[in-house]
């Protein structure tokens, strides 16, 4: 199969070099905020809002500017939770995991504004309980996520993770 304009555009930017991210878990009335992402050749990633950081920024100060880009939401950071290390051919990314809370807006679909206007990836931006979270497929959703059965249990996970999601073995 052919890559589309977007699968291209994504491993331009993203591809091929190992990655910094920076990931927000924000639990409100026992939902999760998720972002659904279009990730190229039909398929879907639900996640939470995260990114890329920028050098000579601050974790905190990464996440802070991918909420309010991705969800129009302002969030103060808390505690470091867990880094989950993404291989999966051209991507390469150690992504970590925080808490944080909401302290201003509402939540608005955003953009990414390292993607030209046509090949957004963002498609969607909605709380999920637990039970909506175990419905999504597993080819759609985070590996984090997959077997999740409490949204509290997010919090207790500390430590490296690698969900043998690796293309390179």
Known sequence: MSKDNISKEIESKFGNHLRTRVNGI???NERLLMVRHRMG???ILWSVP????????????NLRREFLEET?????VGDYLFVHEYLDAPLHAMEHFFNVKRINGDVKLGNDPELSGENQIIEEVSWKSCKEIQSIPNDSLHQIFWGIK???QLGLWKGYFNFENNSIK
């Open 50 to 61: 995260g990114g890329g950081m920028h050098y000579g920024t601050t974790a905190p100060e």
């Open 26 to 28: 924000l639990i409100e």
């Open 41 to 43: 050749n039909g398929r």
């Open 150 to 152: 409490s949204l509290s």
């Open 72 to 76: 129009n939401l302002e969030i103060t």
